[in-house]
């Protein structure tokens, strides 16, 4: 079992930054062993995966983010984090960090984050 919290959302404006985190409480696991992602949900618009890493930290990432977003990982912390940089309106959207394990996959409440023009 695996919950996760998301936090760092916020208004920025366009061109600026933000850090997302996301803390995991794993039960009955270890928390290295799950590939963890981020994902975002525009309004009126289907959920996307915009990174992913690996146990061991191999990354991807969407074209629509890539060069802009970096994904990173603290096992010995049970978190991952979302660097953001050169934000811009298109970026606005709920923030989802996920777990995938060999059977099913873990969703935090999600963090809202705002980029104005």
């Known amino acids: 079992q695996v919950q996760l919290v998301e936090s760092g959302g916020g208004l920025e404006q366009t061109g600026g930054s933000l850090r997302l985190s996301c803390a995991a409480s794993?039960?009955?696991?270890?928390?290295?062993?799950?590939?963890m992602a981020w994902y975002r949900q525009a309004p009126g618009k289907q959920r996307e995966l915009i990174a992913t890493?690996?146990?061991?930290?191999?990354?991807n990432y969407a074209d629509s983010v890539k060069g802009r977003f970096t994904i990173s990982r603290d096992n010995a912390k049970n978190m991952i984090f979302l660097q953001m940089n050169s934000l811009n309106p298109e970026d606005t959207a709920v923030y989802y960090c996920?777990?995938?394990?060999?059977?099913?996959?873990?969703w935090g409440q999600g963090t809202q984050v705002t980029v104005s023009s």
């Open positions: 794993v039960t009955g696991g270890i928390f290295s062993i799950y590939v």
């Open positions: 890493i690996t146990s061991s930290g191999s990354t």
């Open positions: 996920n777990a995938a394990g060999a059977f099913r996959m873990y």
